[in-house]
């Protein structure tokens, strides 16, 4: 009788944990557990989601952790509303469930770039338009729906919970970087003065910018920088001089000399 027992209980499916919540509007739901891997699908904030298994892939906001949902698709732990804490809730992926994590460029930002985005974005406890009247929040959070409804945090946010937004933000911008560039070795404080850049002016119109063709090229960074960032100085069809001061400091970002590497791959 035991060994039946045991035999039905090998054969029947391991049940998925859930259903748990998506934290934020847009999170991506991707082929692997990597922010360059394909996005399947989108899921909107509440959006429950039941978890398959739970596999280790690319740091998101210092959590390692991604959950494969009832679409076969991977998102990050750190949105998901699981225990608030990185831990697994769900047995792990094995065999080829989960493709394996690929080496990746840094998602997040160092200090030194991290500062840099604080202070030219300034601090917006509440949503207000900005210096060409696009309603923000936090560290220059653009606001995606009326009222900025998208944000996890409650209103007015404090440094801390704008914090906490920008570190939500900044993968999306830094995996639109790593996108566009082909071929370059940036170091940490070179890839936090280019995702300053594409933060403050967007994908697309960074993305098709001579400053990433002449990267791909293969000619000199520091010399594609200094020609190319200065250009990017006028807004509502006007010349900023705090864009000018933020063009600069991120110039001296790029310039400034670190050993530690952040793309190709993240060290």
């Not at 998506?22 to 891997?37: D, F, L, Q």
């Not at 990185?86 to 460029?105: D, H, L, N």
């Not at 604080?118 to 601090?123: D, L, P, Q, R, S």
């Not at 001579?210 to 200065?230: C, F, H, K, M, Y």
Request: charged residues 15%; aromatic residues 6%; contains cysteine.
């Amino acid at each position: 009788m035991l060994a039946a027992v045991l035999a039905l209980a090998a054969a029947l499916p391991v049940l998925a944990a859930g259903p748990y919540p998506i934290k934020a509007n847009g999170v991506n739901c991707r082929s692997g557990p990597s922010t360059s891997a394909s996005v399947v699908k989108q899921y909107q904030k509440g959006q429950q989601v039941t978890l398959q298994c739970q596999t280790e892939g690319v740091s998101v906001n210092g959590n390692t952790i991604w959950g494969k949902t009832q679409d076969n698709c991977f998102v990050t732990d750190h949105y998901i509303q699981t225990t608030g804490k990185p831990e697994y809730v769900a047995p792990k992926c094995g065999g080829s469930t989960a493709p394996p994590a690929t080496a990746e460029p840094c998602p997040t930002l160092n200090a030194a770039g991290t500062s840099l985005l604080k202070h030219f974005e300034g601090f917006v406890p509440r949503p207000a338009p900005d210096p060409i009247g696009l309603p923000t929040v936090g560290y220059g959070h653009l606001c995606q729906t009326t009222g900025c409804a998208e944000v996890p945090y409650t209103f007015p946010l404090t440094e801390a919970t704008a914090t906490q937004l920008l570190n939500d933000d900044v993968p999306r911008y830094t995996a639109c970087l790593g996108d566009m560039l082909d071929g370059v070795t940036l170091n940490d404080n070179q890839w936090a003065a280019l995702a300053s850049w594409v933060f403050n002016l967007g994908c697309g119109a960074t993305g098709s910018s001579s400053l990433i063709r002449r990267l791909n090229a293969g000619e000199d960074p520091a010399t594609v920088v200094g020609q190319e960032l200065p250009k990017w100085v006028n807004a509502g069809g006007k010349q900023l001089p705090g864009l000018v001061r933020r063009r600069n400091a991120e110039i001296d970002l790029f310039n400034t000399a670190s050993s530690k590497q952040a793309y190709p791959q993240c060290e």
